[in-house]
């Protein structure tokens, strides 16, 4: 059969072919519209997408063009390289489309940047390439001697799969003198044979006849199918059964259960005895009703033997026999009307998701398209679909049943970085059925945030005289954003310490912005240093911030006092006057000690409390003295303690332990807030001596 089809194909779809290379297409409420001839052969030109989109070559890889097929198989591929539509499978038109009059596959073209989506559809176009066939190439038909003239017994009839001209036109049968044929057209627009008898029949002049029933279509050439009809002339039983209807009509829900009776068909035979027994069958009906339904033969009941599905078949019509024990039969047609039940669940097919988005993507941009589909019809096939209204997202119906995901909002990464976005479809049934499928969209950042420091402003006291690379503070900023964008560097601002750079001093870690001193500071010459900090992401263009850093060096005792006024002078002559000096550590300014008035007033006060001091050791030293005196003339007059020495008496040891504890030290300088008191041991305490003169001893001994 298919060395036959291939061989037909060479003769008269030529025909059909320039149809093809016209690009039958047109461009109404944005659809492409091509026709092709079934049964192409893989790789077939269908259209010019590019020329009838109107886009360039290159922009068909550039932009991401994609098809998608709307059907379970993928008929069609197109190619990037030259934008043309192509057979991708080899298309039998009574295969996808059965009866159907008009055949077509669609098919969608997502173009992106811009995102659009087009929808395309390719019909069918049916060849002759079957004939009609009868389901038997030999059937027997029995008829009594006695039926009367113009009955009419319905034959079977033929199948032909092409749709239109291509399909059955028409039924022809061998002369008979006896019999003629009708040929009647249904309430589904198929034709049916009918067998008329025209005049009596009689056994005894011819037990059997034979007729050649030819069926035709009007294909170019015309195509036929045949099959013999045997009649056999029976004798006796003069009554055929008669049905209560001509027509049994009755209508069924999609969802009635298997093992179901649908209706019951009733003959009647005037006849007495066995010739009165009637039993019913289906007459000739095509295999898949056959397996559909079951006819009892003795009640005529018709129950399911198989689930029903309206989406595949809405009416069913079956031709019911009654025969009676003679062989006498009469023929019923029943029609069952299949009612449509909400028994699908939308399906949501998801086409293409652009993710990631980036948070700055402006408002309506395609982020997703979709299509739903619905198996049942009317109300039950009518689908609404929906978001939730805390997303950023909106729906909007692109065609038929085409939906795309548009922003809605604007979308900020640091708020929600990931979105799952949850579609719902419910149908028009009652109960509605529903479905939902599940977007996942990620938020891509985008470098919209700064680096943010910790603190306002950043403060740190450095010792003087710290070892170099000693690490001073850490400064810190994180970012916002994600990624590269978030990467934050540091780096010192330009500035200047004491006329050098001020990277001499310090530096700052660009990865952690820990900052160093890179010498030793002195107090003496730098007392703080102010710098700014600047944080960097890695973003493009980079973001920044700046943050105040000062740095307090913080004064240590490392350098003795050295006097800065009066300059140095000769060394007194022996004898000559005290001369008085200031004192002032090396860190005084120049100019300092003879600055103001109120260090000389000072100077003066200070000179003033020690001459008091001074005489008050004077009169201390003076009254040891008499005390000391007495006690001499008191062992003088006992004569006992003759010979001591008079040190262990006077306790010299014990004055000079006082004049120790009050001996003191004056340091003054022009700045008043900088003056220094200490008592000290190398003061006045050697000003007296240890042992009185030796002429005094010498005195008091004589005393």
């Keep these: 059969a298919m060395a036959e089809r291939g061989g037909r194909w060479g003769r008269r779809e030529r025909?059909?072919?320039?149809?093809?290379?016209?690009?039958?297409w047109e461009a109404a409420w944005g659809q492409l519209r091509y026709a092709v001839p079934e049964e192409m052969p893989k790789g077939s030109f269908v259209g010019d997408v590019a020329k009838d989109l109107g886009l360039e070559l290159p922009a068909l890889r550039d932009r991401g063009v994609r098809l998608f097929d709307t059907g379970r198989t993928q008929f069609f591929f197109l190619d990037l390289h030259n934008g043309h539509l192509s057979m991708k499978e080899r298309v039998d038109r009574e295969e996808i489309c059965a009866a159907v009059a008009k055949c077509s596959l669609n098919f969608e073209i997502l173009v992106?940047?811009?995102?659009?989506?087009?929808?395309?559809?390719?019909?069918?176009?049916?060849?002759?390439d079957n004939s009609p066939s009868f389901p038997v190439m030999k059937s027997v038909l029995e008829i009594s001697e006695y039926t009367a003239p113009g009955t009419r017994f319905p034959l079977e009839k033929a199948q032909d799969p092409d749709v239109g001209v291509n399909s059955l036109q028409n039924y022809e049968c061998s002369e008979s003198s006896y019999f003629s044929l009708d040929v009647k057209n249904g309430d589904d627009g198929v034709k049916y044979p009918e067998l008329i008898l025209v005049k009596s029949l009689d056994r005894e002049q011819q037990a059997a006849h034979k007729l050649i029933l030819t069926a035709t279509d009007s294909g170019s050439p015309v195509k036929s199918g045949s099959t013999t009809i045997q009649i056999i002339v029976l004798d006796g039983n003069d009554n055929a059964p008669e049905f209560t209807q001509p027509v049994y009509k009755v209508t069924v829900r999609e969802d009635v259960a298997v093992g179901s009776r649908v209706l019951q068909v009733t003959a009647i035979d005037r006849d007495e005895g066995p010739n009165a027994e009637v039993k019913y069958s289906f007459f000739k009906i095509p295999e898949k009703f056959d397996k559909t339904f079951k006819l009892d033969p003795g009640s005529g009941e018709i129950e399911i033997t198989e689930k029903l599905n309206f989406e595949e078949q809405e009416l069913y019509e079956l031709d019911v026999q009654a025969r009676d024990a003679g062989g006498l039969s009469s023929h019923s047609k029943v029609l069952i009307k299949v009612a449509d039940v909400n028994n699908h669940v939308p399906e949501i097919v998801i086409m293409s998701v652009f993710s990631p988005v980036p948070e700055d993507t402006p408002l309506g941009t395609v982020v997703?398209?979709?299509?739903?589909?619905?198996?049942?019809?009317?109300a039950n096939g009518e689908v609404r679909c929906s978001i939730a209204e805390s997303v950023p997202f909106r729906l909007e119906k692109s065609f038929a049943e085409y939906y795309r995901v548009v922003t809605a909002r604007e979308l900020d990464r640091e708020e929600v970085a990931e979105y799952n976005v949850t579609v719902r479809?419910?149908?028009?049934?009652?109960?509605?059925?529903?479905s939902s499928a599940v977007l996942a969209l990620r938020v891509l950042d985008v470098n919209d945030n700064a680096p943010v420091f910790a603190e306002a402003r950043y403060s740190a006291r450095l010792p003087e005289?710290?070892?170099?690379?000693?690490l001073v503070l850490t400064v810190r900023a994180a970012d916002a954003d994600w990624g590269q964008n978030a990467r934050v560097r540091y780096r010192l601002s330009e500035g200047r310490v004491r006329g050098a750079p001020l990277s001499s001093y310090v530096s700052v870690q660009a990865e952690t912005g820990a900052l160093y001193a890179l010498r030793s500071f002195d107090y003496e010459e730098v007392r703080e240093v102010g710098l700014w900090v600047r944080a960097e992401d890695g973003g493009a263009p980079a973001l920044s911030s700046n943050v105040s850093v000062r740095l307090v060096i913080v004064d240590e005792n490392d350098n003795a006092p050295q006097v800065l006024y009066p300059p140095a002078a000769p060394a007194p002559a022996p004898g000559a006057g005290w001369a008085g000096v200031e004192l002032a550590p090396r860190s005084a300014e120049p100019g300092a000690l003879p600055a103001g008035s109120l260090t000389r007033w000072l100077v003066v006060a200070v000179a003033a409390v020690s001459c008091l001091f001074l005489a008050f050791l004077l009169l201390l030293l003076a009254l040891r003295l008499r005390r000391w005196r007495r006690s001499q003339l008191l062992a003088a007059g006992s004569g006992a303690l003759r010979g001591v020495p008079a040190s262990h008496f006077v306790g010299i040891d014990g004055v000079r332990a006082f004049l120790h504890s009050y001996s003191h030290e004056v340091s003054l300088t022009a700045d008043s807030r900088k003056s220094q008191l200490r008592l000290s041991a190398g003061s006045c305490c050697d000003t007296l001596p240890a042992r009185p003169p030796a002429e005094a001893s010498g005195e008091l001994a004589a005393t």
Excluded: H, T
């Design 15 to 24: 025909a059909l072919l320039w149809c093809v290379l016209a690009a039958a």
């Design 112 to 128: 992106k940047n811009p995102m659009k989506l087009y929808r395309g559809e390719v019909e069918i176009l049916d060849i002759n």
């Design 368 to 378: 997703a398209i979709f299509n739903v589909q619905d198996r049942d019809s009317g």
């Design 425 to 434: 479809a419910a149908d028009g049934g009652s109960p509605a059925l529903r």
């Design 465 to 470: 005289n710290n070892a170099a690379g000693a």
